[in-house]
């Protein structure tokens, strides 16, 4: 698989809504692509998004990308550890910028196989549910949003919650008293809950049904999360406390904090850091949750395509697509009501 050509971009990607964070509001979110090509005219797309995309993180992801593009050509890149692991080794600075190459690089793999990526990977799951997200937002806002998307036939509903725990508990009493025979709730709490807080939190909310409950306290407070009985930990969902298979390794040590991995290729560096991450935790018997930024279909559907050839997979999160108004290509997957499968076209189905 020697690749003749590399080729990176930054692309201004229109939002459907606006958004703001720290007092600055967004209308579009920019996501880098690389497009790679082959001796035989076979072309690998993979993008990323910067968590934060601040106008620094996007730079820097672009000159990092961009200055290590040269590298890749006139090479046999056909995706194998050594290989993957110069990658991460060359941009270790930026694990969404190695995202971007790896996922190039396995779209270019499994299309000369003329197969799709999960079943180059090998497939274990056909579709999942996606959870569509809820901001922090009153309770009127909450079931207005609640509402909305039960009506576009989706029925995970995933709330963000942590800025106060008594409006959290009065929100979910809300939602699950609006259709709880058509939804399922699971909560992210953004590392914004204490152990007394978490404690009441669930406390009030137990017999609800919660499905999960995600980061619920800063990362440094892993071992704190032992203090509770396993079955809130294994509703308990890592997401900034796994960044990378090191992460993973301490959280697989018993007793084990989490009973769930949340895994973003644009935080663990691609599909070949995913699939360590989750052999390990498969190993463990740790059940897999996947989720994304705000991110083009191109990076979407390599989650997917990755989530789907993982047997401990559980859990999808993939809806940062469904907040663009515009992508650079089409494809990759079908969501209808709420249901995402991949395209079966070679690689990651997109064009």
Not at 31 to 48: A, H, M, R, V
Not at 93 to 104: K, L, M, Q, R, T
Not at 172 to 190: Q, S, T
Request: aromatic share 8%.
């Amino acid at each position: 698989m020697i690749i003749t050509d590399a080729k990176v971009e930054t692309h201004d990607m229109q939002l459907k809504e606006p958004w703001a964070i720290a007092g600055h509001v967004h209308e579009s979110i920019k996501n880098t692509f690389i497009t790679l090509k082959d001796t035989e005219g076979n072309i690998g797309i993979g993008s990323c998004a910067t968590q934060n995309d601040s106008e620094e993180s996007v730079k820097a992801c672009f000159d990092n990308l961009n200055s290590f593009s040269s590298s890749l050509t006139g090479k046999d890149l056909t995706p194998n550890e050594n290989i993957l692991s110069w990658v991460a080794s060359e941009l270790s600075s930026s694990p969404e910028g190695n995202a971007a190459v790896d996922i190039a690089l396995h779209d270019l793999w499994a299309k000369r196989q003329k197969k799709s990526l999960v079943e180059a990977l090998g497939k274990k799951h056909q579709s999942f549910d996606t959870s569509i997200t809820i901001g922090v937002a009153s309770l009127e806002k909450t079931i207005e949003m609640a509402e909305k998307h039960i009506g576009n036939g989706f029925s995970f509903l995933k709330i963000k919650i942590g800025d106060c725990v008594e409006e959290d508990i009065e929100r979910m009493k809300a939602l699950f008293a609006l259709k709880p025979e058509e939804i399922r709730i699971r909560v992210d709490a953004n590392r914004g809950y204490s152990k007394e807080e978490l404690i009441k939190f669930y406390g009030e909310t137990l017999d609800l049904g919660l499905e999960l409950i995600e980061q619920p306290m800063e990362t440094d407070q892993n071992d704190e999360m032992l203090y509770f009985p396993e079955e809130i930990r294994k509703i308990c969902v890592a997401d900034e406390s796994l960044k990378n298979f090191d992460h993973a390794m301490h959280l697989v040590q018993e007793p084990k904090p989490f009973g769930v991995f949340n895994i973003k290729l644009m935080k663990c560096g691609g599909v070949f850091a995913a699939k360590k991450i989750a052999a390990l935790a498969q190993e463990n018997g740790i059940k897999l949750m996947w989720g994304c930024f705000d991110e083009s279909k191109v990076s979407i559907s390599a989650a997917l395509h990755t989530a789907l050839s993982c047997e401990n997979t559980q859990y999808i999160d993939l809806d940062g697509f469904f907040d663009l108004g515009w992508d650079l290509i089409e494809g990759g997957y079908t969501c209808e009501n709420g249901v995402m499968s991949v395209i079966e076209k070679p690689g990651l189905g997109i064009y």
